[in-house]
């Protein structure tokens, strides 16, 4: 599984982004795909995740009720839309595939391919 991520980019507090995560090679649908961000000097965390095949979706605290991830199957892409985006959202965003099934979804760990990050920077 290759994945590709693009959106990133520079806005001002309060503005909006979308990142998409494009996958190419063997997907499956009851997997998850997953957004994990990494600030300068910070450990690379959790934001979102779905499975392929839709159903729940999964947020931090922090990105709760700003942040929408959702999936396009016809295209293989999984898009995170980031609403009224706060200076702290700074980082650079990864979207994850895992490569068997799981319910666990909010560790580094649990996903074994990764895309090559985009970065999101908001201004004060």
């Known amino acids: 599984v290759q994945l590709q991520a693009s959106g990133g980019g520079l806005v001002h507090a309060g503005g909006s982004l979308r990142l998409s995560c494009a996958a190419s090679?063997?997907?499956?649908?009851?997997?998850?795909m997953g957004w994990f961000r990494q600030a300068p000097g910070k450990e690379r965390e959790f934001v979102a995740a779905?499975?392929?095949?839709?159903?729940?979706?999964y947020y931090a605290d922090s990105v709760r009720g700003r942040f929408t991830i959702s999936r396009d199957n016809a295209k293989n892409t999984v898009d995170l839309q980031m609403n009224n985006l706060k200076p702290e959202d700074t980082a650079v965003y990864y979207c994850a595939a895992q490569a068997r099934f799981s319910d666990d979804y909010v560790r580094v760990d649990d996903y074994r391919y990764w895309g090559q990050g985009t970065l999101v920077t908001v201004s004060s």
């Open positions: 090679g063997r997907t499956f649908s009851s997997y998850f």
């Open positions: 779905t499975r392929w095949n839709g159903g729940m979706r």
